[in-house]
């Protein structure tokens, strides 16, 4: 199984379609599978034996990922924010790697020995040297995409996302064609991240044109669904907050479906979305680059029933991340590995097709039985709603009780001012680790740090009461919004220092 | 032949072409226009032999085909003139549930 493939069926199935970009003047599926064989002759040519793309997210993008797996080479997309040591460090993975760069990136790419290439120049050789269909050489490389997670915790990990992986996904969970002419998906997610790769692919093979916004406003955002008749829209939680607290007016008459994931989903936030596009179905989607994409969703139905519910049950239910996807098995598993069926929490791990549990210079890391460590902890309800409690590395030993932060940040961000929020670990010789924190405030706020701690303790035990919560403008996030909780504990922990002499 | 999911299978008698998704542990005669299917790997053969004109419905680009017991599924990734069946089962167009669009 390839990738090229699924190409392969756009092609002769969606070929006449628009599929990436404008409506106006966008790239058929013909023309893609067209410039992929030539991506592919242009790998073969400079006998690269992988792909790198930095730069932002586009046709070029799609197109290098089926230019690569045509040529049996691996794509591996790295984050142009990255300094040149981080950068330079990830770039030595792939040595011998043909480099598709921004035009601002080339110099510093070149710089670091890789041969590039700039999007334009990719964009024109593709088109030149397109010719007769060639098919990936045997035995290609399994490995489909690299992506590096985005190490919120530790030095990035570089995930093997096979074809096999990525393939059976597709299948298994798109129509082929399903979209109707009319659908147009917006996207603004960097390349470098796993839901940029599954979205690109899925929406071909349904045979949905996509947009790509690659810088973020909310004004453009909305500027964009109108001007292109948007009707479906993947959004990460902070992209969703801001379009929420945009001026102006907020209707996209076109659109269908909002789909979100990345990261948590303030309770408030999704709340308001509900209520300003009735409309709009919305589907939540957890998963991890190392399962390729998705394998739980909450999907429209479960949003409008907990909304409108009068069971907590049933309404605790959007701050859940709803049932696994069929091919996909969940266990929660408790401290001595045994499984936990009756509800109760525990580390999450998965098994399917979809679950690439390879990394990097590491082979596989799934366990006896095939399954993966998310490192997640969570619950399953008794209906099968999947819970997200925290990241297992986030837990916070005070005193001997273990505390997930997650259950304190959400009573913080259930206080009316309280905009966001996070809670750390910082280390005491007392206690092992005491609880400190820090929230953003909404503008007009009168809140301070004390009274939230109050706010806390009345609802909590005090033992999960912060000794301290900072006031910041802004929590330290990154481009998709995922919490970077390394730095916040950095900072915490500088600012709550005592005063030096 | 003992089907492996991922296998590429092409049809002796038209275009039409799958890749097995889903395989029953057991050997199977996986046919199309009524003729044993081959591994697209030994290539297609040069000429066409006719279709049995019991197999000889379209198969379709993007269909999901299966048999009753649901215990083996083609994906059809070329299509074609001629019917899939399994054991001389013809298979059916499995109907698509699909999942909520959400990456």
């Known amino acids: ?501 | 032949m003992h089907a492996i999911v991922g296998q590429a299978l092409s049809s002796v008698t038209d275009t039409t072409a799958v890749i097995v998704v889903r395989a029953p542990g057991a050997d199977v005669e996986i046919t199309c226009g009524g003729k044993p299917m081959v591994d697209q790997k030994a290539g297609r053969p040069l000429d066409l032999v006719p279709a049995d004109p019991a197999f000889a419905q379209a198969t379709k680009l993007g269909k999901r085909y299966e048999n009753a017991t649901a215990t083996i599924e083609l994906l059809c990734t070329k299509g074609g003139t001629s019917s899939l069946a399994v054991d001389g089962e013809i298979l059916a167009i499995k109907s698509a549930k699909p999942l909520p669009a959400s990456d």
């Open chain 1, 1 to 501: 199984m390839n990738l090229s493939l699924l190409l392969d069926m756009v092609r002769d199935g969606l070929g006449q379609r628009i599929l990436l970009g404008s409506r106006h003047d966008g790239m058929t599926g013909e023309d893609l599978h067209r410039r992929s064989v030539g991506g592919a002759r242009a790998v073969r040519d400079a006998r690269a034996t992988a792909l790198i793309y930095v730069g932002v997210n586009g046709p070029a993008f799609p197109l290098s990922m089926f230019a690569a797996a045509r040529a049996g080479v691996p794509l591996a997309p790295l984050n142009y924010r990255l300094g040149d040591d981080q950068l330079a460090q990830l770039v030595r993975h792939h040595p011998g790697a043909l480099a598709v760069t921004d035009p601002g990136q080339f110099e510093r790419v070149r710089r670091l020995g890789v041969e590039a290439i700039t999007i334009g120049q990719w964009l024109d050789r593709t088109a030149e040297l397109a010719g007769e269909a060639i098919d990936p050489p045997e035995p290609s490389s399994e490995a489909a995409i690299i992506i590096y997670t985005s190490g919120t915790t530790s030095a990035p990990k570089g995930v093997v996302i096979k074809h096999s992986n990525l393939v059976s996904y597709v299948i298994g969970s798109v129509e082929f064609g399903g979209a109707d002419a009319a659908e147009a998906a917006l996207v603004s997610v960097p390349p470098y991240h796993i839901a940029a790769v599954a979205n690109a692919i899925t929406n071909l093979y349904a045979g949905r044109r996509t947009v790509v916004l690659d810088q973020f406003t909310a004004e453009q955002w909305l500027d964009a669904a109108r001007a292109e008749r948007i009707t479906n829209a993947m959004v990460v939680p902070t992209m969703l907050a801001r379009i929420m607290s945009a001026d102006g007016d907020l209707r996209v008459p076109s659109l269908r479906t909002v789909a979100y994931g990345g990261a948590a989903m303030p309770l408030p936030v999704i709340e308001h979305a509900l209520r300003a596009w009735p409309d709009v179905d919305f589907v939540n989607a957890y998963g991890l680059t190392e399962t390729s994409s998705t394998i739980a969703i909450l999907g429209p139905a479960d949003h409008r029933a907990a909304i409108a519910a009068d069971d907590p049950d049933v309404r605790a239910r959007l701050a859940s991340v709803g049932q696994v996807v069929p091919s996909v098995e969940l266990q929660i598993r408790g401290e001595r590995g045994e499984v936990i069926t009756d509800g109760g929490p525990g580390r999450i791990f998965v098994r399917g097709d979809q679950v690439s549990g390879e990394y990097t210079g590491a082979g596989s890391v799934l366990d006896a039985h095939g399954f993966f460590d998310t490192r997640d902890l969570g619950r399953v309800d008794r209906d099968g709603y999947l819970f997200i409690q925290g990241r297992a590395d986030d837990t916070i030993i005070r005193g001997g009780e273990n505390i997930a932060p997650a259950e304190i940040e959400d009573v913080l961000l259930g206080h009316p001012d309280v905009v966001d929020a996070v809670v750390v670990g910082i280390p005491d010789d007392e206690w092992g680790q005491v609880l400190k924190a820090a929230v953003v405030l909404r503008a007009d706020s009168a809140a301070t740090g004390e009274l939230l701690r109050e706010h806390v303790r009345a609802r909590l035990r005090s033992s999960k009461t912060p000794d301290l919560i900072l006031v910041w403008d802004e929590l330290p996030r990154t481009e998709t919004g995922k919490l970077v909780r390394r730095e916040a504990v950095k900072r915490i922990a500088a600012e709550s220092e005592p005063a030096g002499v």
